[in-house]
């Protein structure tokens, strides 16, 4: 597997729309016309809504045990009992921890947080922080993003004679905790309209039925917003239905750069509040909030989230920014690290599993996913511990790696995830076994299939029929974009290069200039700088299209995706 270069993508344009949408649509040019068939707008109707972000807000009350959940919370703060809110130290976790905390303490409850260090503790709830919870009076537990899959840790908390609600997005399996309300739209018993809310999409769900049962002067739901487009966006789960039209509130919320640490980080990511994208929370801002609980702990990027002095914020802000070029550093030298123990060690080849001691349990995840870019098959990256190693999965479209997880269950100590992206803690006894059965499932599985990535475009355009006046303010309108709701992307091919050179730190990334004889644009191609010594005279670029802020000047540039020689 060492010799694998970069899987060769297959790319996959649309189907063009047929000739009744495209006359259903006549209103809008031709090029958005197809972008908006891609996306399921068959009617105007549908078209104006989704280009509006308009879609149902749901009541917080269709999500089940929501009622049980309110009125205890309610008791907890008339009785002024002490209240904890039990998080994950990922930027979703993070962010519905600090927005569940501001919400009660509005209501003058006396809550406190509580965030696990990945390191000491692990994922999710466990009994030695539940001991120290109660130790300290807490008589209610509300968990945000974590302990749909904890019943032991709720009984003991039930035993300690605390309460628990929990709220978590996350797959069930078995039984249901036993907890006073389990809040999760994914839980079989129940019928919310859209699975898809990320954890803090649920918190703002409590925040909304509380504030709905109980209206307080001066507040509404809608002023955590901003939480709820950093932490849906950074989850990346999917950006449709409800959470889309979350996160479009939540961006303009953003841009008004009322929240001290946000305009902070934004200040030393070198990032325009006022212009702030879904692409700049996912790609600049969630990465520095989730490097704090990578590296050291998740307290600083809450402390970040919660703070209302302007001088603490700005000295927040730049410890995950160097704490976040830190991360990158360690992720580039682990990934080397671990493709050499895999040139070593290939194993069956229809998946990745490498674990070693130096690895650390903080960027395994995001070195898992770099392996998927490499070979294209899931990859499973672990820390082996004295007695237990901690991995992170990731996967590729034709592989569920949480059901996968689950036909081991019996070897490990715990785990969870989603169909893409999951976890576990095992005995270091039993890693071997679980290579074993994870490869022999990943084979028979993947063992037949051709394994190539998919690019998927919108459509093939000759280079100059990107209008901007036209096009722009229609792409525009397609944010926020992200899984399941993707951005505009084009094919233009025989584009001559005019120009091409490396950029950026170690010369990774590729700077071009390309035409169709017509016109001419520059374009960035990120990950691509080992095209510059070999670029040829003609190529294809599927790409998307955007306005580039930098250094204050604006101009327009195609971000390539993928290049072909033509």
């Given at each position: 597997?060492?010799?694998?270069?970069?899987?060769?993508?297959?790319?996959?344009?649309?189907?063009?729309?047929?000739?009744?949408?495209?006359?259903?649509?006549?209103?809008?040019?031709?090029?958005?016309?197809?972008?908006?068939?891609?996306?399921?707008?068959?009617?105007?109707?549908?078209?104006?809504?989704?280009?509006?972000?308009?879609?149902?807000?749901?009541?917080?009350?269709?999500?089940?045990?929501?009622?049980?959940?309110?009125?205890?919370?309610?008791?907890?703060?008339?009785?002024?009992?002490?209240?904890?809110?039990?998080?994950?130290y990922d930027v979703d976790g993070v962010t519905a921890t600090a927005l569940l905390t501001q919400v009660l303490r509005s209501f003058g409850a006396k809550v406190e947080a509580y965030i696990p260090n990945r390191f000491e503790e692990g994922y999710g709830l466990n009994n030695e922080a539940l001991d120290s919870l109660a130790q300290n009076g807490t008589r209610l537990i509300i968990t945000?993003?974590?302990?749909?899959?904890?019943?032991?840790?709720?009984?003991?908390?039930?035993?300690?004679?605390?309460?628990?609600?929990?709220?978590?997005?996350?797959?069930?399996?078995?039984?249901?905790?036993?907890?006073?309300?389990?809040?999760?739209?994914?839980?079989?018993?129940?019928?919310?309209?859209?699975?898809?809310?990320?954890?803090?999409?649920?918190?703002?769900?409590?925040?909304?039925?509380?504030?709905?049962?109980?209206?307080?002067?001066?507040?509404?739901?809608?002023?955590?917003?901003?939480?709820?487009?950093?932490?849906?966006?950074?989850?990346?789960?999917?950006?449709?239905?409800?959470?889309?039209?979350?996160?479009?509130?939540?961006?303009?919320?953003?841009?008004?750069?009322?929240?001290?640490?946000?305009?902070?980080?934004?200040?030393?990511?070198?990032?325009?509040?006022?212009?702030?994208?879904?692409?700049?929370?996912?790609?600049?801002?969630?990465?520095?909030?989730?490097?704090?609980?990578?590296?050291?702990?998740?307290?600083?990027?809450?402390?970040?989230?919660?703070?209302?002095?302007?001088?603490?914020?700005?000295?927040?802000?730049?410890?995950?920014?160097?704490?976040n070029r830190q991360r990158q550093t360690l992720t580039h030298n682990l990934q080397k690290t671990a493709e050499e123990l895999i040139a070593a060690d290939p194993g069956e080849g229809s998946l990745v599993f490498v674990a070693h001691p130096d690895f650390s349990s903080g960027v395994v995840g995001l070195v898992a996913a770099r392996l998927v870019e490499t070979y294209y098959r899931p990859?499973?990256?672990?820390?082996?511990?004295?007695?237990?190693?901690?991995?992170?999965?990731?996967?590729?479209?034709?592989?569920?790696?949480?059901?996968?997880?689950?036909?081991?269950?019996?070897?490990?100590?715990?785990?969870?995830?989603?169909?893409?992206?999951?976890?576990?803690?095992?005995?270091?006894?039993?890693?071997?076994?679980?290579?074993?059965?994870?490869?022999?499932?990943?084979?028979?599985?993947?063992?037949?299939?051709?394994?190539?990535?998919?690019?998927?475009?919108?459509?093939?355009?000759?280079?100059?029929?990107?209008?901007?006046?036209?096009?722009?303010?229609?792409?525009?309108?397609?944010?926020?974009?992200?899984?399941?709701?993707?951005?505009?992307?084009?094919?233009?091919?025989?584009?001559?290069?005019?120009?091409?050179?490396?950029?950026?730190?170690?010369?990774?990334?590729?700077?071009?200039?390309?035409?169709?004889?017509?016109?001419?644009?520059?374009?960035?191609?990120?990950?691509?700088?080992?095209?510059?010594?070999?670029?040829?005279?003609?190529?294809?670029?599927?790409?998307?299209?955007?306005?580039?802020?930098?250094?204050?000047?604006?101009?327009?540039?195609?971000?390539?995706?993928?290049?072909?020689?033509?």
């Amino acid at each position: 597997m060492s010799d694998t270069p970069t899987p060769v993508r297959n790319w996959k344009i649309a189907e063009q729309l047929p000739a009744e949408i495209d006359a259903e649509l006549r209103a809008y040019p031709a090029i958005v016309r197809q972008l908006l068939y891609n996306r399921g707008c068959l009617t105007a109707s549908e078209a104006e809504q989704y280009l509006s972000c308009n879609g149902p807000i749901y009541d917080p009350f269709l999500l089940t045990d929501m009622d049980q959940a309110v009125e205890r919370i309610w008791h907890s703060i008339q009785a002024e009992e002490p209240i904890a809110i039990y998080g994950d130290y990922d930027v979703d976790g993070v962010t519905a921890t600090a927005l569940l905390t501001q919400v009660l303490r509005s209501f003058g409850a006396k809550v406190e947080a509580y965030i696990p260090n990945r390191f000491e503790e692990g994922y999710g709830l466990n009994n030695e922080a539940l001991d120290s919870l109660a130790q300290n009076g807490t008589r209610l537990i509300i968990t945000v993003d974590c302990g749909i899959r904890s019943p032991v840790e709720a009984e003991h908390a039930r035993a300690l004679g605390m309460e628990m609600i929990i709220s978590d997005h996350h797959h069930p399996q078995g039984d249901l905790p036993r907890a006073t309300a389990v809040i999760c739209q994914r839980r079989p018993d129940n019928t919310y309209p859209d699975v898809n809310l990320a954890g803090v999409g649920l918190a703002y769900k409590i925040a909304q039925a509380l504030l709905t049962r109980h209206p307080l002067p001066g507040h509404s739901a809608e002023e955590w917003l901003d939480l709820v487009a950093l932490g849906t966006i950074a989850d990346i789960v999917p950006l449709t239905g409800e959470n889309r039209s979350l996160v479009r509130a939540g961006l303009n919320r953003l841009r008004l750069g009322q929240r001290v640490g946000i305009r902070a980080l934004a200040q030393a990511a070198g990032i325009a509040i006022e212009r702030l994208t879904a692409s700049d929370v996912g790609f600049s801002l969630g990465p520095r909030l989730n490097a704090a609980g990578r590296l050291e702990s998740a307290l600083a990027a809450y402390a970040l989230l919660m703070a209302n002095d302007v001088q603490e914020a700005g000295l927040l802000a730049q410890k995950l920014d160097d704490q976040n070029r830190q991360r990158q550093t360690l992720t580039h030298n682990l990934q080397k690290t671990a493709e050499e123990l895999i040139a070593a060690d290939p194993g069956e080849g229809s998946l990745v599993f490498v674990a070693h001691p130096d690895f650390s349990s903080g960027v395994v995840g995001l070195v898992a996913a770099r392996l998927v870019e490499t070979y294209y098959r899931p990859a499973i990256v672990g820390q082996i511990g004295n007695t237990s190693t901690r991995a992170s999965c990731r996967s590729i479209s034709e592989f569920h790696i949480t059901d996968a997880l689950d036909q081991c269950a019996d070897l490990m100590e715990r785990h969870g995830g989603h169909s893409m992206a999951a976890g576990f803690t095992i005995r270091n006894e039993n890693l071997p076994e679980l290579r074993r059965r994870l490869n022999a499932i990943a084979h028979e599985k993947l063992g037949g299939l051709e394994l190539r990535p998919t690019l998927r475009a919108d459509m093939e355009i000759p280079l100059s029929a990107l209008q901007p006046g036209l096009l722009l303010p229609y792409l525009d309108r397609l944010q926020p974009t992200g899984m399941s709701n993707p951005d505009a992307v084009f094919i233009s091919r025989r584009l001559h290069v005019t120009q091409a050179r490396a950029i950026g730190k170690d010369q990774t990334h590729l700077r071009l200039i390309v035409t169709d004889g017509n016109i001419y644009y520059d374009a960035i191609a990120f990950r691509m700088g080992a095209w510059a010594t070999q670029i040829p005279e003609r190529v294809d670029l599927l790409y998307t299209f955007e306005r580039n802020n930098y250094q204050g000047r604006e101009g327009l540039q195609l971000v390539v995706r993928d290049l072909k020689p033509a």
